[in-house]
């Protein structure tokens, strides 16, 4: 069975690999709410993107937690980059801030009328979740927020995932989800 789900004309996939060279119109930061681009997947971003983008995030700063930030992409391939608070300088996250932080994602990307958005394992990192806890609250969130969303626009909803323990855990979640949904 495919690692993808439907939630009416849009798609959630399951993919491995590298964030920082996703071909798409935004890759979401798992960023702190500063935004001060150092280790993990902002740290990644910014040393791809060059210096451009953690100038922009800098001028947005200083986020809520759950609150997001766009900013363009840089050096990336992709068009933006959206800045999504999970932690705060205490380095602490739960599954109540991921799936904020999530739906407020989508929010961002289908109110300036992107079609695509990749995001990392949110919280997984720094944040210390387990991948099965950021997985649950990543899916609910996600679905929840297209099944009433106004107008749709996004058409493909992407987890990327860096490492086979990850898409692991993804795939049990949305083998679940998909049973219940």
Do not use: C
């Not at 602490?92 to 990307?109: K, M, P, S, W, Y």
């Amino acid at each position: 069975m495919a690692d993808e789900m439907f939630v009416d004309e849009t798609v959630i996939e399951l993919a491995s690999g590298d964030l920082t060279a996703w071909r798409g119109d935004a890759v979401v930061n798992a960023a702190n709410t500063s935004l001060v681009m150092g280790g993990g997947v902002a740290g990644a971003l910014h040393k791809k993107a060059g210096g451009t983008v953690q100038r922009e995030a800098l001028e947005k700063a200083p986020l809520g937690l759950g609150e997001v930030a766009r900013t363009r992409a840089g050096l990336l391939p992709a068009k933006f980059v959206i800045h999504a608070a999970v932690m705060g300088d205490d380095r602490v996250t739960n599954t109540e801030i991921i799936a904020r932080a999530t739906a407020a994602a989508l929010a961002d990307a289908e109110s300036v009328g992107l079609k695509s958005i990749a995001f990392p394992a949110l919280g997984t990192g720094v944040g210390g979740l387990a991948y099965e806890e950021a997985a649950a609250a990543m899916f609910e969130a996600a679905v929840a927020y297209l099944r009433d969303r106004p107008e749709p626009r996004l058409q493909r909803v992407v987890f990327m995932l860096y490492d086979e323990a990850a898409l692991g855990a993804f795939r049990t979640v949305l083998q679940a989800f998909r049973g219940n949904h």
